[in-house]
T-cell receptor, first 114, second 117 residues
Framework: QKEVEQNSGPLSVPEGAIASLNCTYS??????FFWYRQYSGKSPELIMSIYSNGDKEDGRFTAQLNKASQYVSLLIRDSQPSDSATYLCAVTASGGSSASKIIFGSGTRLSIRP | SAVISQKPSRDICQRGTSLTIQCQVD?????MFWYRQQPGQSLTLIATANQGSEATYESGFVIDKFPISRPNLTFSTLTVSNMSPEDSSIYLC??????????????FGPGTRLTVT
């Protein structure tokens, strides 16, 4: 069973600080990794994708990937109350008929306190 | 990214009835998926909607309960048949790739909130 694991939280971070969200995955040959943000009552919104080891920065967001450790993280700098949401980690499944599927973690609830 | 719409946005249905949810995309996409998200839970893939052929269902989901159509590259429907209260959930359409460039990046529609009484 291919899995994506996240701490469910809630993760509470003071406004202006760095929020660090972590995710591990079990499928060693996964190639594509994503972070989605989901506000309460809304659908998931893709905020970052990363395909190779290292860091990828987009504004206040940085995705970090370490395939050897099967670990992907999302850093949010200068956290704002509007960043309060559930963050879903997603990983492509590998091989055969499941090659096109994305597997989602259960999500981490992030709360930014003023 | 593509603009995805779903109809209806929400509905309250009686048990034993069926509801068809529509998903419309403003551009031709390679792949379309249907997910379910129950309260406080993550996303569960129901099936991949295949254009011109039968959908590919995930374990635990069957065509008789969740028939899916995809007549073209911009439109798909999901029917929830013979509903029970356990079917109360948010149903989400998701798309990936275009006919010009495939991609693993997936985008979601706004969802359909279904309540079965």
């Amino acid at each position: 069973q291919k899995e994506v694991e996240q701490n469910s939280g809630p993760l509470s971070v003071p406004e202006g600080a760095i929020a660090s969200l972590n995710c591990t995955y079990s499928d060693r040959v996964s190639q594509s990794f994503f972070w989605y943000r989901q506000y309460s009552g809304k659908s998931p919104e893709l905020i970052m994708s990363i395909y190779s080891n290292g860091d990828k920065e987009d504004g206040r967001f940085t995705a970090q990937l370490n395939k050897a450790s099967q670990y992907v993280s999302l850093l949010i700098r200068d956290s704002q109350p509007s960043d309060s949401a559930t963050y879903l980690c997603a990983v492509t499944a590998s091989g055969g008929s499941s090659a096109s599927k994305i597997i989602f973690g259960s999500g981490t609830r992030l709360s930014i306190r003023p | 990214s593509a603009v995805i719409s779903q109809k209806p946005s929400r509905d309250i249905c009686q048990r034993g009835t069926s509801l068809t949810i529509q998903c419309q995309v403003d551009s031709q996409v390679t792949m379309m998926f249907w997910y379910r998200q129950q309260p406080g839970q993550s996303l569960t893939l129901i099936a991949t909607a295949n254009q011109g052929s039968e959908a590919t269902y995930e374990s635990g989901f069957v065509i008789d309960k969740f028939p899916i159509s995809r007549p073209n590259l911009t439109f798909s429907t999901l029917t929830v048949s013979n509903m029970s209260p356990e079917d109360s959930s948010i149903y989400l359409c998701s798309v990936r790739g275009t006919v010009l460039a495939d991609s693993y990046e997936q985008y979601f529609g706004p969802g359909t909130r279904l309540t079965v009484t």
